[in-house]
């Protein structure tokens, strides 16, 4: 038995420790919003915090992730994940959509880092998440967005 705290909540899950992290949130727990893109760690669309970092679900085993805090698209909240999530919807950034449950993880995991990050930052911070539909001048928008909300 693998005991994970995902969005607040301890849930145990009769699975293999080594089952990817990514695998028990969506198909055990069905928390569909973190998707599977690449499955190797290249393209970002499972990114879910794990104590509080921006991490690969997909790269992460059950077992590892077991005692520490998960929290998927569906658990961010606090004020940087409100302002990100305002931000946004204010600048429209989604296009199909598929990356941007990762890309908002990231986004939130930057913020918390960092109130007030320049261009290059951003790129630093959000390089490993990809974006098929090329949503990128308005995700690097909607966070400076999101820092100017937080100063506010
Ligand atoms: S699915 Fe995990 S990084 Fe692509
Ligand atoms: S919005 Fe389509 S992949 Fe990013």
Same mark, same amino acid.
Not at 98 to 113: D, E, M
């Given at each position: 038995?693998?005991?994970?705290?995902? %969005?607040?909540?301890?849930?145990?899950?009769?699975?293999?420790?080594?089952?990817?992290?990514?695998?028990?949130?969506?198909?055990?727990?069905?928390?569909?919003?973190? +998707?599977?893109?690449?499955?190797?760690?290249?393209?970002?669309?499972?990114?879910?915090?794990?104590?509080?970092?921006?991490?690969?679900?997909?790269?992460?085993?059950?077992?590892?992730?077991?005692? !520490?805090?998960?929290?998927?698209?569906?658990?961010?909240?606090? +004020?940087?994940?409100?302002?990100?999530?305002? /931000?946004?919807? !204010?600048?429209?950034?989604?296009?199909?959509?598929?990356?941007?449950?990762?890309?908002?993880?990231?986004?939130?995991?930057?913020?918390?880092? %960092?109130? +007030?990050? %320049?261009?290059?930052?951003?790129? /630093?911070?959000?390089?490993?998440?990809?974006?098929?539909?090329?949503?990128?001048?308005?995700?690097?928008? /909607?966070?400076?967005?999101?820092?100017?909300?937080?100063?506010?």
């Amino acid at each position: 038995m693998q005991v994970l705290t995902i %969005n607040g909540q301890r849930r145990e899950l009769d699975v293999d420790p080594d089952m990817p992290l990514l695998w028990a949130i969506r198909d055990v727990l069905e928390l569909t919003g973190t +998707k599977f893109g690449c499955g190797q760690a290249l393209c970002g669309a499972c990114t879910v915090m794990v104590d509080g970092m921006p991490t690969r679900s997909c790269q992460t085993s059950v077992g590892d992730a077991a005692g !520490k805090p998960v929290v998927t698209i569906e658990g961010v909240d606090g +004020k940087v994940a409100a302002a990100v999530q305002a /931000a946004w919807v !204010k600048l429209d950034v989604p296009q199909c959509g598929y990356c941007q449950s990762g890309q908002i993880i990231s986004a939130v995991g930057l913020l918390s880092q %960092n109130r +007030k990050p %320049n261009d290059d930052d951003i790129d /630093a911070a959000m390089s490993g998440n990809l974006c098929r539909c090329a949503t990128y001048h308005r995700i690097r928008g /909607a966070i400076h967005e999101a820092a100017r909300m937080l100063e506010a």
